[in-house]
């Protein structure tokens, strides 16, 4: 199934700028250590609208052209043909007139597949996307994401699915990276204590468990059938840091044959901005408005994909009305795992 944003991606996603800003500090150390060249290409795999990347953007080709004023400055915004690439392109365009005047250029293309030419990429950066399979691998019968279900076998089948796309995808851009080149990876990830993005621990709710009582309910009701109920599964996979480095720590790996090797990695906690907002002003209708809307911009396209745009959208008006009738149950807290990366031979 096609992944694609809502439209307006960067107007509803607050939480996934603040996990890019917090992100800049290791994008900033990545392009001070490349080598003196001619010429750079840098690259935002998965970068939706563009608009959560602006900033840092505006920070890497200033830092690159500050060490290296002579070198030409490439940056490609990648993503699906299905996402908003007219918004990308404009966003990547802001880039443009600044100096060293940037050629832009968008990639409508998946991450699992090449890219851009062998040994060309200068500096590799993607946030919040490369959690999404490649493809089912098989029925999640009793929840609509796997972590949160008690489903051991479907858990299995979706870490091995996981796993396979990761090294697949390191190898790609492994393949795409010049020597020298650098990766640094920013990814929804699953801590130590098991906590990922909408799961904190119990301080509210989980996210993900509410989603899947809607849909539950909504399939009680008779409003979707058993089949749009089971194929309700949002497709993606929060990794362990282990599971995130493990391509890296195997030397019989495709991307560590390739010369791709760890430099540093980290995890790094970013609170719900929205429900910081309703902590200071107590503005319920905005607070469930918008944490909504945050939510519903990655799910949507699972339930229409299951069972239509009608049914999609109740599930969205009836986790609203949750959020609203009790605020203090919710926070969308995101969990990343942040790996550099170095192109060595
Ligand atoms: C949550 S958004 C993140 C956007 C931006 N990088 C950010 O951090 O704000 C995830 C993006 O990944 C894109 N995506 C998912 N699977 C992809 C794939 N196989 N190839 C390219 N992009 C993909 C989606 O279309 C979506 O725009």
């Not at 607050?14 to 392009?31: K, N, P, R």
């Not at 990766?183 to 904190?200: I, M």
């Not at 089971?230 to 019989?252: C, H, I």
């Not at 229409?304 to 949750?322: K, S």
């Amino acid at each position: 199934m096609a992944i694609a944003m809502t439209t307006g991606y960067s107007a509803q996603t607050e939480g996934a700028l603040l996990c890019i800003e917090a992100a800049s500090d290791w994008a900033l150390t990545c392009v001070n250590q490349l080598a003196v060249a001619d010429s750079h290409v840098l690259i935002d795999y998965g970068a939706a609208d563009g608009g959560t990347a602006v900033g840092l953007w505006n920070q890497v080709l200033d830092r690159l052209h500050t060490n290296q004023p002579k070198a030409h400055l490439t940056l490609i915004g990648n993503d699906l043909p299905s996402n908003d690439n007219v918004a990308l392109a404009k966003n990547l365009a802001l880039q443009a007139p600044r100096d060293p005047k940037p050629t832009v250029l968008v990639s409508a293309c998946s991450f699992y597949k090449p890219t851009v030419a062998p040994n060309s990429v200068s500096f590799g950066f993607s946030a919040t996307a490369m959690h999404w399979l490649s493809t089912s691998p098989g029925p999640l019968d009793s929840h609509t994401h796997v972590l949160a279900s008690s489903d051991a076998e479907a858990l299995q089948r979706f870490t091995a699915q996981a796993m396979r796309d990761w090294n697949h995808i390191l190898e790609l851009r492994s393949r795409e990276l010049k020597v020298g080149g650098r990766l640094l990876t920013v990814n929804l990830s699953r801590d130590e204590a098991g906590l990922y993005l909408g799961h904190n621990g119990g301080e509210t709710h989980n996210v993900h468990d509410q989603l899947h009582q809607i849909w539950r309910g909504m399939a009680d009701e008779g409003l979707i059938s058993d089949e749009q109920y089971r194929n309700g599964t949002v497709l993606n996979f929060y990794k362990s840091p282990q599971e995130f480095m493990a391509p890296l720590n195997d030397s019989s790996s495709a991307p560590y044959r390739n010369g791709l090797r760890l430099v540093d990695e980290r995890t790094v906690y970013v609170k719900c901005p929205y429900r910081r907002r309703w902590n200071e002003n107590g503005d319920t209708a905005t607070f469930a408005a918008g944490l909504m809307a945050t939510i519903r911009s990655w799910s949507r396209h699972s339930f229409i994909g299951a069972a239509g745009e009608a049914a999609a959208d109740t599930l969205f008006e009836r986790l609203q009305q949750r959020i609203a009738d009790a605020p203090s149950d919710w926070s969308l807290d995101y969990v990343e795992h942040h790996q550099m990366m170095e192109k060595v031979a």
